[in-house]
Protein backbone atom coordinates (compact mmCIF):
# COMPACT_ATOMS: atom_id res chain seq x y z
CA UNK A 1 0.00 0.00 0.00
CA UNK A 2 2.74 2.79 0.74
CA UNK A 3 4.09 2.13 -2.97
CA UNK A 4 0.45 3.50 -4.09
CA UNK A 5 0.68 6.31 -2.05
CA UNK A 6 4.02 7.01 -3.41
CA UNK A 7 2.68 6.94 -6.66
CA UNK A 8 0.19 9.54 -6.22
CA UNK A 9 -2.90 7.53 -4.13
CA UNK A 10 -4.18 8.25 -0.79
CA UNK A 11 -5.20 5.03 0.03
CA UNK A 12 -5.49 1.17 -1.59
CA UNK A 13 -8.23 -0.36 -0.51
CA UNK A 14 -8.69 -4.21 -1.61
CA UNK A 15 -11.45 -6.91 -1.89
CA UNK A 16 -10.50 -9.52 1.26
CA UNK A 17 -9.77 -12.66 -0.75
CA UNK A 18 -9.41 -16.77 0.25
CA UNK A 19 -5.57 -15.91 0.90
CA UNK A 20 -6.37 -12.90 3.93
CA UNK A 21 -9.35 -15.07 5.26
CA UNK A 22 -7.03 -18.24 5.76
CA UNK A 23 -4.37 -16.33 7.00
CA UNK A 24 -6.54 -14.26 9.86
CA UNK A 25 -8.00 -18.07 10.75
CA UNK A 26 -4.67 -19.19 10.96
CA UNK A 27 -2.82 -16.36 12.93
CA UNK A 28 -5.91 -14.39 14.79
CA UNK A 29 -8.08 -17.04 15.14
CA UNK A 30 -9.60 -15.16 18.34
CA UNK A 31 -9.89 -12.02 17.34
CA UNK A 32 -13.18 -10.03 15.89
CA UNK A 33 -12.97 -8.63 12.33
CA UNK A 34 -15.37 -8.05 9.77
CA UNK A 35 -14.01 -8.06 6.10
CA UNK A 36 -15.62 -4.74 3.86
CA UNK A 37 -16.15 -5.51 0.13
CA UNK A 38 -17.60 -3.29 -1.86
CA UNK A 39 -21.41 -2.92 -3.09
CA UNK A 40 -22.53 -4.92 -5.98
CA UNK A 41 -23.37 -1.61 -7.63
CA UNK A 42 -20.99 0.01 -6.83
CA UNK A 43 -20.02 2.47 -9.47
CA UNK A 44 -15.78 3.44 -10.60
CA UNK A 45 -14.49 6.55 -12.07
CA UNK A 46 -12.15 4.21 -14.53
CA UNK A 47 -11.32 -0.11 -14.62
CA UNK A 48 -7.86 -1.70 -15.95
CA UNK A 49 -8.19 -5.07 -17.58
CA UNK A 50 -4.95 -6.85 -17.88
CA UNK A 51 -4.58 -9.66 -19.97
CA UNK A 52 -1.91 -11.68 -19.09
CA UNK A 53 -3.04 -14.81 -20.74
CA UNK A 54 -2.49 -14.08 -24.38
CA UNK A 55 0.83 -12.57 -23.19
CA UNK A 56 2.19 -13.92 -20.80
CA UNK A 57 4.27 -12.10 -17.84
CA UNK A 58 7.90 -13.39 -17.54
CA UNK A 59 10.76 -12.65 -14.59
CA UNK A 60 11.22 -8.61 -14.33
CA UNK A 61 13.90 -6.60 -13.25
CA UNK A 62 13.48 -2.64 -12.02
CA UNK A 63 17.33 -1.46 -12.95
CA UNK A 64 18.68 1.44 -11.03
CA UNK A 65 17.80 4.27 -9.80
CA UNK A 66 13.47 3.51 -9.72
CA UNK A 67 11.14 0.92 -9.30
CA UNK A 68 9.82 2.12 -12.23
CA UNK A 69 12.35 1.03 -14.45
CA UNK A 70 11.22 -2.18 -15.53
CA UNK A 71 12.69 -4.34 -18.10
CA UNK A 72 12.61 -8.21 -18.66
CA UNK A 73 14.87 -9.84 -16.60
CA UNK A 74 16.77 -11.16 -19.85
CA UNK A 75 17.73 -7.28 -21.03
CA UNK A 76 20.04 -7.22 -17.87
CA UNK A 77 21.20 -10.57 -17.74
CA UNK A 78 25.09 -11.14 -17.29
CA UNK A 79 25.14 -8.12 -14.93
CA UNK A 80 27.54 -9.13 -12.33
CA UNK A 81 26.78 -8.56 -8.41
CA UNK A 82 28.05 -8.68 -5.28
CA UNK A 83 25.03 -8.80 -3.50
CA UNK A 84 21.60 -10.79 -3.10
CA UNK A 85 19.34 -9.66 -0.47
CA UNK A 86 15.51 -11.79 0.17
CA UNK A 87 13.09 -10.52 2.76
CA UNK A 88 12.23 -7.41 5.31
CA UNK A 89 8.74 -6.59 4.46
CA UNK A 90 8.48 -7.74 0.70
CA UNK A 91 9.21 -10.71 -0.60
CA UNK A 92 10.17 -12.20 2.72
CA UNK A 93 6.69 -14.14 3.35
CA UNK A 94 6.95 -17.68 3.82
CA UNK A 95 5.99 -18.59 0.84
CA UNK A 96 8.72 -16.54 -0.49
CA UNK A 97 11.43 -18.09 1.10
CA UNK A 98 9.97 -21.79 0.17
CA UNK A 99 10.96 -20.57 -3.51
CA UNK A 100 14.57 -19.44 -2.92
CA UNK A 101 15.13 -22.47 -0.95
CA UNK A 102 13.97 -24.58 -3.50
CA UNK A 103 16.49 -23.03 -5.96
CA UNK A 104 19.14 -23.19 -3.54
CA UNK A 105 18.61 -26.44 -1.99
CA UNK A 106 21.89 -28.37 -2.30
CA UNK A 107 23.67 -25.76 -4.22
CA UNK A 108 26.40 -22.83 -3.07
CA UNK A 109 26.31 -19.52 -4.22
CA UNK A 110 29.08 -17.95 -6.30
CA UNK A 111 32.07 -17.26 -4.53
CA UNK A 112 32.46 -13.54 -3.70
CA UNK A 113 28.81 -12.78 -3.36
CA UNK A 114 26.80 -12.31 -0.36
CA UNK A 115 23.40 -13.37 -0.08
CA UNK A 116 21.01 -12.44 3.15
CA UNK A 117 18.04 -13.47 4.06
CA UNK A 118 15.80 -11.95 5.86
CA UNK A 119 12.58 -12.74 6.82
CA UNK A 120 9.57 -10.78 7.36
CA UNK A 121 8.26 -11.80 10.96
CA UNK A 122 9.22 -13.78 13.78
CA UNK A 123 6.44 -16.06 12.87
CA UNK A 124 7.95 -16.48 9.48
CA UNK A 125 11.02 -17.30 10.80
CA UNK A 126 10.20 -19.81 12.81
CA UNK A 127 8.18 -21.11 10.12
CA UNK A 128 11.25 -20.93 8.10
CA UNK A 129 13.11 -22.77 10.56
CA UNK A 130 10.26 -25.80 11.20
CA UNK A 131 10.36 -26.21 7.80
CA UNK A 132 14.06 -26.52 7.32
CA UNK A 133 14.51 -23.30 5.00
CA UNK A 134 16.86 -21.65 7.59
CA UNK A 135 18.83 -24.97 7.01
CA UNK A 136 18.70 -25.01 3.43
CA UNK A 137 20.02 -21.22 3.07
CA UNK A 138 22.85 -21.79 5.83
CA UNK A 139 23.95 -24.60 3.27
CA UNK A 140 24.48 -22.55 0.60
CA UNK A 141 26.40 -20.20 2.12
CA UNK A 142 24.05 -17.39 3.16
CA UNK A 143 23.50 -15.44 6.32
CA UNK A 144 19.79 -15.48 7.59
CA UNK A 145 19.23 -11.87 10.20
CA UNK A 146 16.58 -11.39 12.53
CA UNK A 147 13.55 -9.90 11.31
CA UNK A 148 13.96 -6.09 10.48
CA UNK A 149 14.02 -3.82 7.47
CA UNK A 150 18.00 -4.48 7.48
CA UNK A 151 19.61 -3.90 4.49
CA UNK A 152 16.56 -2.59 2.78
CA UNK A 153 16.73 0.45 4.24
CA UNK A 154 20.85 0.57 4.50
CA UNK A 155 20.82 0.36 8.07
CA UNK A 156 22.48 -2.76 8.57
CA UNK A 157 22.92 -6.46 8.03
CA UNK A 158 24.04 -5.29 4.28
CA UNK A 159 24.78 -1.97 3.64
CA UNK A 160 26.29 -1.24 0.53
CA UNK A 161 29.85 0.05 -0.04
CA UNK A 162 30.89 2.51 -3.04
CA UNK A 163 30.43 0.60 -6.65
CA UNK A 164 28.45 -2.62 -5.15
CA UNK A 165 25.76 -4.24 -6.78
CA UNK A 166 22.86 -5.41 -5.34
CA UNK A 167 19.82 -7.24 -6.82
CA UNK A 168 17.10 -7.57 -3.99
CA UNK A 169 13.84 -8.65 -3.75
CA UNK A 170 12.79 -5.15 -1.55
CA UNK A 171 10.38 -2.52 -3.18
CA UNK A 172 13.13 0.28 -3.35
CA UNK A 173 16.08 1.08 -5.40
CA UNK A 174 16.41 4.74 -4.96
CA UNK A 175 20.27 5.70 -5.46
CA UNK A 176 22.22 5.18 -1.97
CA UNK A 177 18.82 3.64 -0.74
CA UNK A 178 20.66 0.37 0.97
CA UNK A 179 24.02 2.22 1.46
CA UNK A 180 26.71 4.03 -0.37
CA UNK A 181 25.48 6.87 -3.48
CA UNK A 182 27.29 5.18 -5.35
CA UNK A 183 26.17 1.33 -5.07
CA UNK A 184 23.24 -0.03 -7.63
CA UNK A 185 19.78 -2.22 -6.73
CA UNK A 186 18.50 -4.13 -8.55
CA UNK A 187 15.09 -5.31 -7.66
CA UNK A 188 13.63 -8.94 -8.53
CA UNK A 189 11.93 -11.86 -7.64
CA UNK A 190 12.95 -14.11 -4.74
CA UNK A 191 13.26 -16.99 -7.40
CA UNK A 192 15.43 -14.11 -9.50
CA UNK A 193 17.43 -12.96 -6.65
CA UNK A 194 18.34 -16.92 -5.32
CA UNK A 195 19.46 -17.79 -8.95
CA UNK A 196 21.75 -14.85 -9.39
CA UNK A 197 23.24 -15.64 -6.10
CA UNK A 198 24.00 -19.13 -7.91
CA UNK A 199 25.60 -17.31 -10.73
CA UNK A 200 27.50 -14.12 -9.66
CA UNK A 201 24.96 -12.32 -11.94
CA UNK A 202 21.86 -11.21 -12.89
CA UNK A 203 20.02 -14.58 -13.78
CA UNK A 204 16.75 -15.90 -15.38
CA UNK A 205 15.25 -18.30 -12.47
CA UNK A 206 13.76 -20.17 -15.13
CA UNK A 207 17.81 -21.38 -16.47
CA UNK A 208 18.89 -22.91 -12.65
Known amino acids: CNMSVEAGAKCSPMTVNESVNKWMETLA ?32 VATPDSPTNGKAVREVSGVPIDQAFIGSCTNGRIGDLEIAAKILKGKKIRNGVRLIITPASKHTYMMALERGLIKIFMDAGGIVTNSTCGACVGGHLGVLGAGEVCISSTNRNFKGRMGHQNSRIYLASPATVAASALAGTITDPRSV
Do not use: F
Open 29 to 60: PSKRWKPTVPDEDAEYWDTLTYDIKSEPLGPM
